[in-house]
């Protein structure tokens, strides 16, 4: 488009939908200011671009240039891999293919104005913006809470937080209030070293960026921002919560099984539904998805329940549930691979949502109104549910480890039943806070403004 010309921006997702997802609205939200957008994908998780008819897709494959044939780095070479080796061989090797990938978009002729990139990628994309001269924007897709307690592990390593007994998982991090140590953002890893490195090279990846963009607003986070950016010398750009801006992406075409759910939830009493689903890469024990299926069952409560393909370890989806489970379930229970979260949050009939509080999901439930019943798995998701329970008072943890059968049925019942008006209050009131930041004069719209300006002035 003529008018964009001279406005390109070049975006690299992290392959996973819930960095990929952030990404592409921000790239919605640029495009929407007059601005031209490629994205840089791994070959790895390639997605759809035909969803995305206003933007230009390039793969980077980390094949080298007429070695041709399939792409090593396949779904079933990765699937034995713990989410910290697959982000290392992941950085490893697509480092070469991304510099070459963006030298030759630098070079095509049209004016690049930055590189986004996610934060997760750290400072190879550092090293490849500099040797063209491309200016680097970070988007961190998760929370400012949640970065103060990633930059502060040198200190809690210091400290011995990481190798903490078993016994002192309830007591506070005095350093960062109110975590306790069950909360920090560790992943289950045969290689801490390593989550250590990624860990530091995002965050040194980030304060040598040309600023940063977080999909969070003030009004949520505004005490953690001004921790953050006074030990950063970087402008910060709070632009959250981008699903709610309104430029926007073009319409997803519903599916059967999207038409199915809405058609369920139509006939659902307002605020009845529990709507449960674990995030795009948690995965949980055959025990604890009975645990969860029984649970679900026993409090009578309807439910919608999102059991991804490769969701609990070792089977392929449902194989484990009793023979007539789902029969007996009548209309009171839905199981489903997939949904548009956006929308069956956004539905008059969900009461609650179970979640395992990755940052995307948190984000979406408060925008929504949506109390949350917080069962995290790893990294910021553990401090996630502390903030929703404790700081924003929003939902109720209930701990991995204290999930049996009766526990879940009590919880879920509670959630929907008794105590979940006041909570629905308080996300209710985020929900305007966030519509405010929005507006005119709010302050994502600010910042997305003087973002803009910036992005315009770089000089590359
Ligand atoms: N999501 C979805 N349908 C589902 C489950 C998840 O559209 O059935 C989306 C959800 O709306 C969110 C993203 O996938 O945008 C998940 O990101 P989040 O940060 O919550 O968790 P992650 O998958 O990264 O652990």
Not at 341 to 363: D, M, R
Request: glycine share 8%; proline share 6%.
């Amino acid at each position: 488009m003529e008018e964009r010309k001279g406005r390109k921006i070049i975006m690299f997702p992290l392959p996973f939908p819930g960095h990929f997802n952030p990404m592409i609205q921000l790239a919605g939200i640029f495009h929407h200011r007059g601005f031209s957008i490629t994205i840089l994908h791994t070959s790895y998780n390639f997605p759809d671009p035909s969803r995305y008819p206003h933007f230009t897709f390039r793969t980077i494959s980390h094949n080298k240039e007429g070695e041709g044939g399939e792409d090593p780095l396949s779904r079933s070479e990765t699937s034995g891999m713990d989410l910290v080796a697959l982000i290392r061989v992941l950085k490893q090797k697509y480092a070469e293919p991304f510099r070459e990938s963006l030298a030759a978009e630098v070079g095509g002729g049209e004016k690049v104005c930055c590189l986004v990139s996610d934060a997760i990628w750290g400072r190879n994309t550092e090293i490849a913006a500099k040797e063209v001269g491309v200016h680097r924007l970070v988007l961190r897709t998760g929370g400012a809470a949640s970065f103060c307690a990633f930059a502060a592990f040198p200190l809690l390593r210091d400290k011995g937080y990481f190798s903490t007994l078993d016994s002192r998982q309830d007591d506070p991090v005095i350093e960062l209030p109110p975590l306790k140590v069950k909360d920090l953002p560790v992943v289950e890893t045969n290689d801490p070293d390593e989550l250590y490195r990624i860990i530091s090279d995002m965050v040194e990846g980030v304060k040598s960026s040309s600023g940063v963009i977080w999909n969070t607003f003030e009004d949520l986070e505004r005490g953690q921002l001004m921790d953050l950016s006074s030990n950063f010398n970087v402008p910060f750009f709070p632009l959250g919560p981008f699903h709610k801006h309104s430029n926007h992406l073009p319409p997803k075409t519903k599916s059967k099984e999207d038409n199915e759910i809405t058609k369920w939830l139509e006939k659902q009493d307002p605020k009845s539904v529990v709507y449960a689903s674990f995030g795009s890469l948690a995965d949980i024990e055959e025990k604890e998805f009975l645990e969860i299926a029984w649970g679900l069952r026993n409090s009578k409560q309807s439910f919608l329940w999102v059991v991804r393909p490769g969701l609990v370890r070792g089977t392929e989806w449902l194989e484990s549930l009793p023979c007539g489970f789902m029969d007996n379930l009548g209309h009171k229970g839905k199981i489903v691979k997939w949904t548009n979260q956006l929308e069956v949050l956004a539905h008059p009939a969900v009461g609650v949502f179970w979640t395992h509080c990755g940052w995307n999901s948190t984000v979406e439930s408060i925008c929504e109104g949506v109390p949350m019943i917080c069962t995290p798995c790893f990294s910021d998701q553990r401090v996630n549910a502390r903030y929703i329970a404790d700081v924003w008072r929003v939902g109720n943890v209930l701990e991995k480890s204290m999930m049996d059968t009766e526990e879940i049925e009590k919880v879920v019942r509670s959630a929907i039943m008794d105590n979940g008006n006041e909570m629905r209050d308080r996300c209710l009131a985020y929900k305007e806070r966030a519509e405010k930041c929005l507006g005119e004069n709010g302050s994502s719209s600010n910042y997305l403004d003087k973002l803009v300006r910036d992005v315009l002035s770089f000089d590359s």
